[in-house]
């Protein structure tokens, strides 16, 4: 099977979001099935589809109406501190 994604783009990628990979070959395989299933949808043959497209002109949209929030949002999450909020762990 020809990958089209190497271990050196996969160690790159993750060394450019901060992320430990022990086992590459792993995300090697997960990539080119991803890679597969896209070629998959490619061969799908919608184009004789016909889609039903609802155009509406701009006088038919609702009027974005701004409603003032006084409080301090950020400081009402509960892993605020400081300058800083705390996202969930990325394993």
Known sequence: M???VT????????????IEL???????DRVQKM???FDILDKAGI??????VHEKSINELREDKHIPYDDV????L??????????PKMV
């Open 22 to 28: 022990d086992d590459h070959t792993v995300h090697i």
């Open 78 to 87: 509960k892993n605020f501190k400081g300058n800083y909020i705390r996202a």
């Open 35 to 37: 890679i597969d299933y």
């Open 7 to 18: 271990r050196e783009e996969i160690e790159k990628v993750a060394k450019l979001m901060r």
């Open 73 to 76: 949002l950020v400081k009402k």
């Open 47 to 52: 184009e004789s589809t016909e889609f039903d």
């Open 2 to 4: 020809e990958y089209l």
